[in-house]
């Protein structure tokens, strides 16, 4: 590959600034190209919830960016000179209004935001049969075209859209473009509207099937009521989208010849980064969780709420399996019960809680002395999509300490992600294998021991687990500027164990397991009655 902006120079000196934008805010970082992150720092930035609303300030974004962007680089003119390409990883499934001028209009809707749901509803169902909530005829289309279809819940880019088309008619005709988040920055960075193969499949408007040539499909596009002129470009993850803007260089003291690349959304840039070949499974360990794996084929299991759809890798699709609540047990945990700011709290910091919790959990037996634990805090959504059900601590007894309660919130993912990995190895065609742990809840080697025995699989932690979205988006920088091929990637991955499953475990986290789907099957009609006029909490 061949282009003018791009520096000769693509050495082992080479640096990608690799945008990391998730919910809670936006990490910087500088990485090699052989996946070494160098530097990096942090930016918070808010989350607007009230209801069904759940937004963020486009400007924040911007604002967390250059801020980090800026720490990193600021005191070093030899490190900034090494910066040959800017590329991002950002949160999906958000939808920014942006006018000619690339100015957005209004507030973001992210992720969490589920107000499209009733103008979702309107137009996915049928007059009389329908399948869970779907026209027969439609979800065929949808399924056949896009490997998915859109979620009656309204939180992902279809929803958006149709909800500001019935909603909000004038932000909707304001519209020049509907971006994600991804696109967004981009427009930023490079000035160009445009959206990558896999940042766009969530508005389910592409022809999916052939994973070279991802395109929008008119007759889809007509089944939302949409404006296809309002749709942006698409491109490739790898694609170079042109040199930095000049005001952006300007303020970060970069190259004028420094390139933005496409880059991925989140999950995509964390697969690259973890296990890239065909059929490879890594497991994110987040505030949410998923299970996700590069294969040569588009396939949907509806039942189990699995599918492979375009992510960032040409000619491939990405496996994906989400649990809802991953790390946010702990997160829930730490804030609302051992250090909720009530008359109890004292005021006494503590930073370091996640490790001790690990310790804690480690002199704990296997099993946490028969006390199961639900991580369903949000609901579920695989292998069972049902937004009734609830976290909840079952078999507590009089010998139980807290102690055991930190383990049994450690297995309680664990078991979940046993429950996902069945039906997501079913759709592989084959075992998982050794499952490549990545995200903040795979530093803990505690957790990637309790879930190599959950689940039976060997568990590959990697160096530098909870950086693998940056990492990630540094190799698809490094394919794009012809610096690295994928099939380069596997031998660049940094490991610092495998944890080998337990064989005198096995009886014991077996029968758990039966136990804890059982749980699932009993209680799942008690919920359903007490939360079904209520909106799981966001």
């Known amino acids: 590959m061949s282009n003018p902006h791009i520096p000769s120079d693509t050495t082992s000196q080479s640096l990608v600034l690799a945008v990391d934008l998730g919910t809670s805010g936006c990490k910087c970082a500088l990485v090699s190209l052989d996946g070494t992150v160098r530097a990096w720092a942090f930016r918070p930035v808010k989350l607007h919830v009230q209801g069904a609303l759940a937004e963020q300030e486009p400007h924040d974004w911007w604002m967390a960016f250059l801020e980090s962007a800026g720490e990193i680089l600021a005191d070093d003119a030899q490190l900034r000179s090494r910066v040959v390409a800017v590329c991002c990883s950002t949160q ?14 209004g507030r973001a809707l992210t992720w969490l935001d589920s107000r499209g749901s009733a103008a ?9 049969f329908n399948i869970e909530g779907y026209a027969p005829l ?35 005709a304001r519209t020049y ?19 990558t193969q896999d940042s766009i499949v969530t508005s389910w408007i592409t022809d999916n099937r052939d994973p070279n040539h991802i395109h929008y499909d008119a007759g889809l596009i007509r089944l939302l009521g949409l404006d296809a002129d309002k749709l942006p470009e698409i491109v490739h993850s790898t694609d170079v989208l042109g ?75 990405l496996a994906m399996a989400l649990q809802s609540t991953a790390g946010a047990n702990l997160s829930f945990l730490r804030d609302r019960i051992l250090y909720h700011p009530d008359e109890l709290a004292s005021d006494e910091e503590h930073p370091a809680v ?17 006390l199961i634990y ?14 009734c059900l609830r976290a909840g601590l ?50 803990s080697d505690v957790w990637c021991q309790i879930m190599a025995d959950v689940t039976g699989q060997p568990i590959r932690q990697l160096a530098a687990p909870i950086q693998a979205n940056a990492i990630g988006a540094a190799f698809i920088a490094g394919v794009g500027m012809g610096a690295l091929r994928f099939a380069d990637l596997g031998h660049l991955r940094q490991a610092r164990h495998t944890y080998e499953p337990s064989s005198a475990l096995r009886r014991l986290y077996d029968d758990k397991f039966e136990t804890f789907k059982e749980v699932r099957t009993r209680l799942a009609p008690l919920y359903r009655r007490v939360n079904s006029s209520r909106t799981p909490a966001t």
């Open 374 to 387: 639900t991580p369903w805090l949000l609901g579920e959504r695989t292998p069972v999509d049902d937004p």
């Open 394 to 443: 079952l078999n507590m007894s009089l010998e139980h300490s807290r102690e055991d309660i930190f383990r049994a919130f450690l297995e309680g993912v664990a078991l979940n992600t046993r429950w996902m990995l069945e039906p997501f190895a079913r759709l592989l065609g084959r075992d998982a294998g050794i499952i490549t742990a990545v995200g903040g809840g795979a530093q």
């Open 243 to 317: 040199p930095l803007l000049p005001e952006v260089v300007q303020a970060l003291g970069l190259s004028p010849k420094t390139v933005v690349i496409g880059g991925a959304v989140d999950n995509s840039a964390v697969a690259v980064g973890a296990a890239v070949g065909d059929y490879e499974t890594h497991l994110y360990l987040g505030t949410s969780s998923w299970l996700g794996s590069h294969v040569p084929f588009m396939k949907t299991d509806v039942r189990h709420k699995i599918a492979a759809i375009p992510g960032a890798v040409d000619g491939r699709y």
């Open 138 to 172: 439609k979800l065929w289309r949808w399924l056949r075209l896009t490997g998915g279809a859109p979620s009656l819940s309204g939180r992902d880019s279809a929803g958006h859209m149709v909800y500001l088309r019935d909603e909000e008619p004038e932000r909707y």
């Open 120 to 128: 979702v509803t309107r137009r996915v169902r049928g007059r009389a």
């Open 92 to 105: 999906t499934e958000g939808t920014v209004c942006v006018d000619r001028n690339g100015q957005h209009i």
């Open 354 to 370: 996640y490790e001790v919790l690990n310790q804690i959990a480690a002199r704990v037996p296997p099993g946490a002395r028969g």
């Open 177 to 195: 473009k509907f971006l994600n988040v991804l696109d967004y920055l981009n427009l930023r960075l490079s000035g160009r509207f445009c959206t």
